[in-house]
């Protein structure tokens, strides 16, 4: 089936730094969702990405979907202590109906 | 505007007994969407529903777990005879614009079975 590869799994920098993550996966997608997780809440869309080689700016968030299909990543700059939380890619395939694929998320802390 | 919601928020549980757990998607959303998120397994795809249809359910792990959504809004996913492994947080997302549309999640229910 399809699995998506997310890294890195964690994360620790200071606060004004910029962080990078990524998903690679071993089949196409269509749709790249990516997604913030706060503890005990769900997950929260921060970006989707529609098209091959779409970059998508929200805030401080910058994405990418691939030019391949296979691969998006995801960029935070000048973090802040509230951007702490796991990180999800998602992707969506034209014949999954609405079935998400999740990747392993990112753990981001911040120091102050 | 709401988001999604679900009820209840925390349910524990024994071995052996029957949960219901509620979702209430963004309104006029007309798919729905059952996840669950454990430590091991991560998001799992559990179910999917456009309107009062369930076109796809192969994730539902076993006949213990069911699915129903009554008036293309309010989902109960059931399952009978809890086990521990069954214990995880169940997420439900609705969308807009059926398969292809962007999720958006609810808060969970976090199932633990005793």
């Known amino acids: 089936g399809q699995q998506l590869n997310q890294s890195p799994q964690s994360m620790f920098i200071q606060e004004g730094e910029d962080v990078s993550m990524n998903c690679t996966s071993s089949?196409?997608?269509?749709?790249w969702l990516w997604y913030k997780q706060d503890p005990g809440e769900g997950p929260v869309l921060l970006i989707a990405?529609?098209?091959?080689?779409e970059l998508t700016s929200n805030g401080r968030l910058t994405a990418q979907f691939g030019i391949t299909r296979k691969d998006s990543f995801l960029n935070i700059s000048a973090s802040i202590p509230s951007d702490v939380g796991i990180y999800f890619c998602a992707g969506l395939s034209g014949t999954s109906y609405g079935k998400l694929t999740f990747g392993q998320g990112t753990i981001l802390t911040v120091h102050p | 505007g709401a988001g999604v919601s679900q009820s209840p928020s925390n349910k524990v549980t024994e071995k052996g007994k029957d949960v219901e757990l509620r979702c209430d998607p963004i309104?006029?959303?007309?798919?729905l969407y059952w996840y669950r998120q454990s430590l091991g397994q991560g998001l799992e795809f559990l179910i999917y529903f456009q309107g009062n249809s369930a076109p796809d359910k192969s994730g539902l792990p076993s006949d213990r777990f069911s699915a129903e959504r009554t008036g293309g809004s309010v989902s109960t996913l059931t399952i009978q005879r809890t086990q521990q492994e069954d214990s995880a947080v169940y997420l439900c997302?609705?969308?807009?614009?059926?398969?292809?549309?962007?999720?958006?999640f609810g808060p969970g229910t976090r199932l633990l079975v005793l």
């Open positions: 089949s196409i997608f269509n749709t």
């Open positions: 990405l529609y098209k091959a080689g």
């Open positions: 997302a609705s969308s807009l614009q059926g398969p292809l549309g962007d999720q958006y």
């Open positions: 309104s006029g959303h007309t798919a």
